[in-house]
């Protein structure tokens, strides 16, 4: 009778205790993990390569358990001098270097969790962040903030329609900070960022306020409309696609407020009354009075 020694990786005859056959593959299921540093435990195969880790998921790590190869517990001399490599393998990623990585990143998994970005814009964000990192730019300046200005920038090249209010309140940082970080990124890192389309923000508004389709198609084509006698050039994408949607509720009769459409956007209702006068008129809207 032959068995197989999963923990030996060895197939054994049971009558004579010949080794058949050693260092046989694992065909078992993964291990279930509940986290990552669970998964980087007890997982086989490892994390994926990506730019959002610190050490982008290539580093090597001395594992906890006091066993050699082939299962054996190790002798106390060989345990001391495994404590010892551990510690200094601790020691050897605790550059400054490796703090602001992790810092940083450790607040990019926040954000993305919070606004629901996807992995391109975390893997664009990271690479921002090790460019300006690489020019030194994060000595005296927030890490926080400079984050969350890559993580705009990139969510504006990658068509992710996130404001500086969103990701702020997400990394918990002034609105402030992260646009003063923003002018620095761009300035030294030579980018050109493109204006927004209004028309990303109005799903996202109307889902916020309650909005049906109709009124959001409707919103979409004065929109167009706008754009096509280039009354949208210059001003607020934000502030467009939530007059768009007020002007559009009206005209189907859904009962919703300015207040409520302002606060869902994050504009004021000067600004939204202002500019559903001016749309009104220059579109011919005379059904609509604000």
Known sequence: ?????????????????????????????????RGFEQYME???SGSKSTLALDDMGLSTIIGTKNKDATGNSLTYDMKNTFERLR??????????????????????????????IP?????????????????????????????????YVSCKESGVPRTLNDIANAANVKVNDVSKHLRILVEKLDLRLAS??????????????????????????????????????GKNPIAMAATSLYLSSIMNKESKTQREIARASGISEVTIRSRTKFLSDVLNLHCITA
């Open 1 to 33: 009778m032959v068995v197989t020694d999963v923990d030996t990786g060895e197939v054994l005859c049971t009558k004579c205790g010949s080794v058949l056959e050693e260092k046989i593959e694992s065909f078992g299921p993964e291990y279930q993990t």
């Open 42 to 44: 007890k997982s086989r």
């Open 87 to 116: 510690m200094w393998d601790s020691r050897s990623k605790s550059s400054s270097v490796e703090r602001s990585l992790k810092t940083a990143f450790v607040l990019l998994n926040t954000v993305k969790e919070k606004l629901a």
């Open 119 to 151: 992995d391109t814009v975390i893997e664009k964000t990271a690479y921002l962040y090790r460019k300006a990192l690489a020019k030194k730019m994060t000595r005296g300046r927030n890490i926080s903030a400079l984050v969350s200005a890559a993580l």
């Open 196 to 233: 927004y389309d209004s028309a990303d923000f109005v799903s996202r508004i109307a889902s916020s306020v309650g909005i049906g389709e109709k009124t959001q198609r409707d919103a979409l084509s004065i929109l167009a409309s706008a754009k096509k006698k280039g009354l949208v050039e």
